[in-house]
């Protein structure tokens, strides 16, 4: 390390630890600055890094000790990790003046006046204990004594009762990706912030991008080439008023088209209809949300310029000296007859411009996404006002709203008609955590969807007139039935929550008895067949609701996919829960079995269904989300045991991002511990799959670059959570020539 280096290091340090005159860190500073959750990791690294004992750390000796973790070799990290997990031995991290730059540990001594150099089960249980807090990993005292014992047995290869430093490095040997990362994650924290390096070519600009968002352009070039065309016919048409009144004139016309054509967009039955058709191979029928907000910014930046023009116009013909009315006559009053009808073009062009602004404020993401998707609801039903304002404000505003409103006016009285056919009603709901609600609704015999549809819900008892979207996550061959599970998120989704949480296991006045009895045959069900959704949150109801749809979504291109990666962030697995289902079904249903030998195979029907492998990703925040389809997922897993040697038809992938990941010397032995565990019940320890949970964020190179290897066939990846997230995902997908759809509605 440089002295340049030396002195940014030592500046951004000071500034971390935010440390006094005496340039020294005593131990509430330096758990502040690391800001682990568990403190046992804290005062292990604090002790190790204070070499004379002095109970402070000196900026000198926190340099030193970072410097060692970052760049000293590999057995020095080893012999790091072994006093850390040493908990009655203690080494310190010396500084050598001679050279300068040269650190390393130290004289081990004990605090306790005795040292035996190895690790004792009762240690280790002490550091894996650390670890699952500081991982947010919740499991029961006898799994961690599992754990343990699973983790010495392996490392305890002669027996002896404890582990010394040659048999912990052995037993690091076996997993040769902490080895290759073996760092610890202050002193990844405390290094200066790199500054990013920005790629040379702009994403916008690679021939990547173009490749596959070549339809979207396509449309986006049409789309303006449109406006264009329209604004100078319109201008063109009032050349002899001057500019003003042909800017005027020119934005009034491309306002006339974009808010007629704006609900073309949102006409679901018709856009749903379209995706069975070639023209879904044709149109970006899946960017459809995407292209309505880019509208609602177009119509307000003509609505801008059309006032101001106007407005302008105004002040110069007060001015003039022919004018018999004043520039406020001219905005606020039909005096000037301004209008086909009434003269009141200036009033509704006003009252138009406040209604605009605020719709465009109130479906910002910073509303509808921070619990306040009401807010968003009611504003936007705005748009009659506005629609029959502007067919006052303008002559010609009802010719282009004529077709798109009629088919707009059908759509809604056939969602209306369909809703109230049948008398649905809500029969049970289980109250999971995380506050999630899995609804399970009577499922009428018209009602017939596809894999990943959604539908708009709407529950009297909760709000008379509101409709929300919610994916349906139950499969189309689930006869009886629709699922929802419905994160509370919102005020409607937390009264929603509430409502059922405050209500009676048995929420149905009428047949008290008959439900009290299907509960608890439920309950014993349950305890012979193993775990169940049914526990003290399971209520049977019979609660009025009504249902719009269902409408289809981008997920419906998957089974005309070869190699279809389904990646769903927290909730967002519920489109892939009822495709999930699905696919297996139609895969069980393709699949042969031999009746002299139990041999099987997948008969080569080419129907709909094209899939050849499917990964699904699940990413989850902590450890209690996986529990909304956690049986799901295990009869899945067990439909694949039967599976041919030459690769499972469904593979799943679990990630947990609150845990610590395998290169952080504060899970290094957790992580091991429970891979050992995994492999000997054949489960994973926190969800309880078949399949290993890995810990932290995905490296999505290293998945796509794996799905890419595979060569399953042509890639689509399906994506339903955080638009953060998408547009990384896209980006990768871009440069391995994947399909990209995310969810929208």
Known sequence: ?????????????????????????????????????????AERFFALFDSDGSGTITLQELLGALNLLIHGNTMDKLKFLFQ???????????YSPSTGSQWSLGKCSSPLGKRNGSIDPDELRVVLQSCLKESAISLPEEKLDDLTLALFESADKDHSGSITFEELQEELD????VMENLTISAANWLKPPSSKKRPQIPRHLTSAYWHNNCGKLAVL???????????????????????????????????????????????????????ATWLARVLPLDQNVEFHQLIGYVVVGFSFLHTTA?????????????????????????????????GTASLTGIVLQLLILIMLVCSCSFVRRS??????????LLYISIWALLIVHGPNFWKWLLVPGLLFFLEKVVGLVLSRMAALSIVEVNLLSSKVTHLVISRPPFFRYKPGDYIYLNIPAIAKYEWHPFTISSAPEQEDTIWLHIRSQGQWTNRLYEYFKAADPICLGAKRLTQSLKLRRSQRKSQKEGPSPVNENHRFCKLRCYLDGPYGTPTRRIFASEHAVLIGAGIGITPFASILQSIMYRHQKRKQHCPNCHYSWCEDIRDDFLIFKVDFIWINRDQK??????????????????????????????????????????????QMALDLLAKKENKDSITGLKTRTQPGRPDWSKVFQKVAAEKKGKVQVFFCGSPALAKVLKSHCEQLNFKFFKENF
Request: a negative charge; one cysteine or more.
């Open 174 to 177: 076996k997993f040769p990706e």
């Open 84 to 94: 850390v997990y040493d908990v009655d031995g203690l080494c310190f991290i010396n």
């Open 310 to 342: 106007h407005v302008v116009n105004f002040a110069q013909l007060a001015q003039s000296e022919n004018s018999t009315f004043q520039f406020w006559e001219y905005l606020l009053t039909t005096r000037p007859g301004i209008g086909w009808v009434y």
């Open 221 to 275: 070039a049409v789309y303006i080439g449109l406006n264009i065309l329209l604004f100078t016919l319109a201008a063109l048409k009032y050349q002899s008023s001057g500019t003003r009144i042909m800017i005027a004139r020119g934005g009034g016309q491309c306002l006339n088209f974009n808010c007629s054509f704006i609900v073309v967009l949102m006409l679901r039955r018709c856009l749903t209809w379209l995706r």
């Open 625 to 670: 989300s996986f529990e909304w389809f956690v049986s799901l997922l295990t009869k899945l897993e067990m439909d694949q045991a039967e599976e041919e040697h030459g690769g499972h038809f469904l593979e799943l992938h679990m990630y947990m991002t609150s845990a610590l990941s395998k290169n952080d010397m504060k899970a290094i032995g957790l």
């Open 371 to 380: 619990g306040h998707f009401e807010v968003f609801y009611w504003t936007h």
């Open 1 to 41: 390390m440089n002295a340049d280096d030396d002195a940014k290091r030592l500046e951004w340090v000071s500034f971390q630890f935010e440390a006094g005159e005496d340039r020294e860190i005593d131990l509430q500073e330096f758990k502040k600055a690391l800001k682990v959750k568990e403190s046992f990791f």
